[in-house]
């Protein structure tokens, strides 16, 4: 019995051993023997569906219509990482403390903040009594507030730095603007604003002598100047041009009619938009203008039948949705807007036709008044879109006009949609500089002055 116990005990004993042993054997040997193994399972189970995805991208590559922005787009999402990553650099590299307000008490300050700066408004409701953004921009903070209830002495300054926008266009303008800039003196005198700049829709005939006083080279306060439409004044030391900009509308169905042009009417020409016109003319045809020469021209050889044409005899301040509507489809469906001069030769429709890819056809000519001349200031008029190689055509008569439509013609679907891509993506780079350069001059400028 117990030689029985013993060989049992021996027997499990042995058991026991050679059971561990095997298990050392697989957990030190046996994994180096399945990973290769497993890899190349894995590999060969991965292969397939590759195949399978590879097969189906170039079938649905196959399927699609020609899109000849796709390279463009890519190219552009990197510039734009890029550009990101520069400026989160940038701004982290220095102190990020840097404030400036901007008090928009002008239409044309929506076109700085939303199409400018690409800033967002809460609410956005557009007729909000309050409406206000932030953005950051290199190593400053910008904010933005309008609406009515932005009225002197009933919000609170919480800023060194504020740049204000003012429409200083006509009389009852200019009193509203000048108790903007009193109220702004008194913030400056008592320091509670330490630098201040404007942002000025100009006189159409470039008479803006009353804000003289208020310059800081005169013994005032304003430090820097921007100002709309060509002026004597520019000097790109403290007076800078400024653009005009659209009039204002909501930048979110702008935004939503680009998608729909850039998705249908060019890039698939899908058969339930309407042809293309060759160019279109939308404004107020003024008695003995060059409009009303232009109108005689169009009627001439047939070229009306060319051009979408709704003309009216007086000038409307405000659009019904019906009126903005046509227009909108006008420059959507539009090869070129044609753009007579009126008061000034800059006006919205240029940077309207820009925001929908319809080409300028600009009448390159002087208007009356202190502007400058054409003579002297050599890209006069114009001089900000032409420093920066606007691609427009620049015409002197509207009888050059026929031989621009006949060339029309002669230009094939892609050759269109090419210089439409070149235009849009100038007007981006156009938006995108002057931004640069307007936060470059206000860091510059304010730091320097902090300094000093």
């Known amino acids: ?68 922005w796709e390279g463009d787009e890519k190219n552009e999402q990197q510039h734009r990482f890029k550009t990101s990553l520069q400026i989160l650099n940038k701004s982290t590299k220095g102190k990020t403390d840097f404030r400036v307000q901007i008090w928009g008490k002008a239409a044309i300050g929506l076109y700085l903040w939303e ?36 009225v002197p002495g009933y919000f609170p300054i919480d800023v060194n730095n504020v740049v204000l926008i003012l429409n ?45 006083q208020f310059l800081k080279r005169n013994g005032g306060f304003v430090e820097l100047l921007f100002i709309i439409y060509d002026s004597p004044w520019v ?82 301040p405000q659009e019904t949705n019906e009126s903005l509507k046509n ?34 056809v600009v009448e390159d000519v002087m208007t009356a008044g202190s502007c400058g001349n054409a003579s002297v200031y050599r890209n006069s008029p114009l001089q900000l879109l032409k420093s920066m190689d606007a691609p427009f055509i620049f015409i002197k008569n509207w009888n050059e006009l026929p031989a621009v439509l006949e060339k029309e013609k002669t230009l094939i679907l892609q050759e269109k949609v090419q210089r439409r891509k070149m235009l849009l993506h100038w007007y981006q780079h156009f938006k995108t500089e002057l931004k640069m350069r307007f936060t470059n001059i206000l860091e510059s400028s304010f730091l320097m002055n902090n300094k000093g």
């Open 327 to 360: 227009y909108q489809d006008a420059l959507l469906q539009s090869d070129l807007t044609l753009c007579p001069v009126g008061v000034n030769t800059e006006c919205y429709r240029i940077y309207e036709a820009c925001s929908y890819g319809s080409i300028p």
């Open 168 to 212: 200083g266009r006509e009389k009852t303008k200019i009193f509203y603007a000048t108790q903007w800039l009193l109220y702004a003196q008194n913030l400056v005198q008592t320091q509670k604003v330490q630098h201040l700049a404007v942002v000025l829709l100009g006189n159409e005939h470039c008479n803006n002598e009353w804000i003289n």
């Open 235 to 316: 000097n790109d030391v403290d007076i800078f041009q400024w653009p005009l900009g659209v009039a204002t509308w909501d930048l979110k169905l702008l935004l939503s009619w680009l998608h729909k042009y850039h998705q249908r009417s060019v890039l698939t020409r899908h058969p339930s938009w309407p042809t293309l016109q060759y160019s279109n003319l939308v404004g107020t045809v003024y008695e003995n203008s060059s409009r009303q020469a232009l109108m005689n021209i169009l009627k001439q050889d047939g070229n009306d039948k060319l051009c979408w044409v709704s003309a009216r005899e007086q000038w409307q």
């Open 115 to 150: 199409h400018i700066f690409e800033g967002l408004l809460d609410p956005t409701d557009v007729t909000a009594q309050w409406r206000e953004g932030n953005s950051v921009v290199g190593r400053t903070h910008y904010s933005f507030i309008t609406g009515p209830a932005v």
């Open 1 to 68: 019995m117990r030689l029985t116990r013993k060989r049992l005990c021996s027997f499990l004993i042995a058991l026991y051993c050679l059971f561990s042993l095997y298990a050392a054997y697989h957990v030190f040997f046996g994994r180096r023997r399945r990973a290769p193994a497993a890899s190349l399972r894995g590999l060969r189970k991965g292969a397939a569906p590759a195949r399978e995805r590879r097969g189906r991208e170039q079938s649905t590559l196959g399927s699609e219509e020609w899109n000849p």
